[in-house]
T-cell receptor, first 116, second 112 residues
Framework: GAGVSQTPSNKVTEKGKYVELRCDPI?????LYWYRQSLGQGPEFLIY????????DSGLPNDRFFAVRPEGSVSTLKIQRTERGDSAVYLC??????????????FGPGTRLTVL | GNSVTQMEGPVTLSEEAFLTINCTYT??????LFWYVQYPGEGLQLLLK?????DKGSNKGFEATYRKETTSFHLEKGSVQVSDSAVYFC???????????FGKGTHLIIQP
């Protein structure tokens, strides 16, 4: 079956611009996660959705970052007034459910964001 | 908070060598532990997992044992192949957090 998909695969923008990154989770998965992976680092947790609501947004670095999942499926990560330090690969993952000790997350290929 | 420390890379080995990649963690409570792998040009994939102390996760010849006394989850393989060349990430979930906490990753290079 189809895995997690993310669009675009690459995004180049200028400092100060607004960007949206999209994630399509595996069908039927209720949990959705966003991570950010900087060069040479492991992924860092940003936000977690259970259904439509953000259950944990403690990883969002500041109020320029926002994410939505209005219908409990597709999610969009929004970054306002982008800065060069926002350049990274943004990963999305989905999981059949959350709140259990075994919680395999299936990752998408990522969106590489470059802020010039 | 949660943290994961894994050995720095790159790690370069010859084919059929024995592999160990060290991973230690800090977390409250009883986290679940994972190894993820990222092959060149591909996304992150779960390699193996362990959900409680003394559990051994295994897959594709790789093994890791959840050691609570040493807060470790070292990855091992008895005989590596060129196709094992990838970046390996140790990760945990727990301590009240739903997201995964990852280490920095270890780049493994296997030479024929």
């Amino acid at each position: 079956g189809a895995g997690v998909s993310q669009t675009p695969s690459n995004k180049v923008t200028e400092k100060g611009k607004y960007v949206e990154l999209r994630c399509d989770p595996i069908s039927g998965h209720t949990a959705l996660y966003w991570y950010r992976q900087s060069l040479g680092q492991g992924p860092e947790f940003l936000i977690y959705f259970q259904g439509t609501g953000a259950a944990d947004d403690s990883g969002l670095p500041n109020d320029r970052f926002f994410a939505v999942r209005p219908e409990g499926s597709v999610s969009t990560l929004k970054i306002q007034r982008t800065e060069r330090g926002d350049s990274a690969v943004y990963l999305c993952a989905s999981s059949p459910r959350a709140g259990t000790s075994y919680n395999e997350q299936f990752f998408g290929p990522g969106t590489r964001l470059t802020v010039l | 908070g949660n943290s994961v420390t894994q050995m720095e890379g790159p790690v370069t080995l010859s084919e059929e060598a024995f592999l160990t990649i060290n991973c230690t963690y800090t977390a409250t409570g009883y986290p679940s532990l994972f190894w993820y792998v990222q092959y060149p040009g591909e996304g992150l994939q779960l390699l193996l997992k362990a959900t409680k102390a003394d559990d051994k996760g295994s897959n594709k010849g790789f093994e890791a044992t959840y050691r609570k006394e040493t807060t470790s989850f070292h990855l091992e393989k008895g005989s590596v192949q060129v196709s094992d060349s990838a970046v390996y990430f140790c990760a945990l979930r727990g301590g009240g957090a739903d997201g995964l906490t990852f280490g920095k990753g270890t780049h493994l290079i296997i030479q024929p």
